[in-house]
């Protein structure tokens, strides 16, 4: 299969990895709350290796694909749109907040690390399920025009 195959699958697999990524974080969430840190990191650092392969997926779609514009018309629009810049806008102020929240963890500084996760889990959380929804009113409630 060449990647001009794989294209167009991968909007419905960056929502796979999404959802994954906010179950993923939903548990991490629970395991801390119950006292289980190692059950905790599992789920954190497995959230972050499905970011980063989200990432990577994401960046070559649109390096192929580029611009690709929203089909709704009417009152969703401005609903999709201030979805869509609320998610672009926290998706990059997320990666710093999440490196800099693996580091404080990683140096074992669980001093730090909670303060900057009391931020880094919920920030993380709405970039992971906005992604979804928007690629359900993208690709499904309103799908685009070929």
Avoid at 24 to 32: C, H, K, Q, R, V
Wanted: proline content about 7%; aromatic content about 16%.
């Amino acid at each position: 299969m060449t990647l001009d195959e794989i294209i167009p699958y991968l909007p419905h697999f960056q929502a796979l990895l999404n959802t994954a990524a906010t179950v993923l974080l939903a548990s991490g969430y629970y395991f801390i709350r119950g006292a289980k840190p190692d059950l905790h990191r599992n789920c954190m650092a497995t959230a972050l290796v499905i970011s980063s392969v989200f990432m990577i997926s994401y960046l070559t779609y649109h390096a192929h694909v580029g611009y690709m514009p929203f089909a709704g018309q009417g009152i969703i629009r401005p609903f999709y749109f201030t979805l869509l810049a609320s998610h672009v806008i926290l998706a990059a102020v997320i990666v710093p907040l999440v490196l800099t929240t693996v580091f404080f963890a990683i140096k074992a500084d669980f001093n730090r690390h909670p303060r900057f996760a009391r931020w880094t889990l919920p920030l993380w959380f709405f970039v992971s399920v906005s992604g979804v929804v928007i690629y359900l009113l993208g690709f499904h409630v309103y799908p685009p025009e070929m």
